[in-house]
């Protein structure tokens, strides 16, 4: 049978379950991956054919084994490390590696990269990256905290857990003099949902991140910039995509991955009250 050259549609969650299951079984197979993680055994032999892409199990006769990568993997979970699961991936599934190559080489663009760029860039490479691949990858990136899909646009950009705060405010307040002379909004105020998702792309950072450097950069600035809260119903809570997640299911014997969608957007919390809009009235 000839390799097969594009990625098999695996999510994360499945991944986990079956490298959970391959830890504490002598050899696995289609049949017996299929009874444990409830689903057909066509599936479950393409989620263990990517497993060994992966190197998370080896191939030994007509079944499939653990390996010393099994337990580094699962340790990694067992930990919440999700950065390092990141890594883990970068070296060691060349279709993972591939995508996060795409979307570092522009790491330095004011905006991220959209699907069909990916794609297109990737076909420039010569790169196996199809639409099912990118959906794919992006997903598990955006739940390990490697990338953030703007939630408005849909772009796509790697993400830094740090922002020098002087780049920070200077792009804050360009933004805000962007977004505020923007037709229909009312007043000087900007809803900080969109803020951030703006900022974050421009910046390549997380969106917690945004929070603590916005939180700081207001209690440093109480006077030149002013938060305001918001009605229960209003349209900076919504957009069009929601965050995704992933955590660990303790509820069970066996700790399990729990995919989670968030689905309203959050302003910023400082003190006990929750702000949504924010106004700069002079240099911060």
Known sequence: MPTRKTIRPVTLRRVI???IFASRSEAID????????????SRAEEIILELERMRLVSHLGSTYVRNARTAEFLEYFRND??????????KNYQFYGDFFSILKSHAADLKGLTADEIMDEGKTRQLSL?????????????????????????RIYPVEDKVETEIFRNALVKLYQELSKTQGRKGIFVEIPIMRE???????????????????TYLENVGRMELSGAPIITRAKKS???????????KIAVLAPKNELQREREGLLVGRKIYYYMAVYEGI
């Open 17 to 19: 379950e079956a490298c």
């Open 30 to 41: 289609a049949s017996n991956v299929s009874k444990e993680i409830g689903v057909s055994e």
């Open 81 to 90: 490390q999700w950065r390092k699961i990141h890594e883990y991936f970068l």
């Open 130 to 154: 199809n639409q099912t691949a990118v959906d794919v990858l992006s997903d598990w990136s955006d739940r390990l905290g490697a990338i953030q899909r703007h939630l408005y646009t849909r």
């Open 198 to 216: 703006d900022l974050c792309e421009r910046l390549k950072i997380a969106r917690k991140t945004f929070d603590e450097t916005l939180h700081n």
């Open 240 to 250: 069009p995509l929601s965050e995704k997640k992933i955590k660990r299911d303790g």
